[in-house]
């Protein structure tokens, strides 16, 4: 190895066991779909453990790998009105600029690569007309899509809360330097 040549650092994960968690639930239940015809020939028990497996990554990619891995939480909630109202949470931009780039990566990376699986799933239980194999495709797909796009509309949120934040203190700092500079004349 060349001394003048200089290396930058290689980044660990921040956050080990979360992105363990993150992936192994993804990778269980997509698992577990496509081997259980070896093992199981109940449709039910397929159904019931695939969809459980799902709803638990969807749960730990709501509340704890977003949060820890990209810094950001959403939940949607019924108003008084009946309307659906979206609810985002992020670090302040300091924070979200420190996160972990592989963590970032991986949480980003992951949740498109399931969502592309479970739509792949899909159109093979579509050519091999297995609408009951459908059913749990969509199931596990909708969850997944409806991570993306919680996670994808706090991303834009918290990128416009940081936008109207600085552009509020440019123009009071612009404020507080003419009101000074009028006061000395």
């Not at 059913?135 to 796009?149: D, P």
Request: aromatic fraction near 16%.
């Amino acid at each position: 190895m060349d001394p003048n040549q200089i290396q930058a650092p290689i980044e660990n994960y921040a956050n080990p066991k979360t992105c363990l968690f993150h992936v192994l639930f993804k990778g269980a239940a997509l698992a577990f779909y496509i081997l259980s015809a070896l093992f199981f020939n109940s449709f039910v028990i397929i159904f019931v453990v695939t969809v459980l497996l799902a709803a638990l990554d969807f749960w730990v990619v709501k509340n704890v790998s977003g949060r820890i891995l990209v810094g950001l939480r959403w939940w949607n909630e019924i108003n008084d009105l009946g309307e659906s109202v979206w609810k985002f949470e992020s670090l302040d931009q300091e924070s979200l600029s420190r996160m972990n780039k592989k963590d970032s990566w991986l949480f980003w990376w992951t949740l498109y690569l399931a969502a592309a699986a479970w739509f792949i799933l899909g159109v093979f239980s579509l050519i091999r007309f297995q609408a009951d194999y459908l059913l749990v495709v969509g199931v596990c797909l909708s969850l997944n899509v409806a991570n993306i796009i919680g996670f994808t509309k706090c991303k834009k949120d918290a990128k416009k809360q940081f936008q109207q934040f600085a552009s509020q203190t440019i123009a009071s700092r612009f404020q507080s330097t003419v009101q000074s500079a009028f006061t000395l004349v």
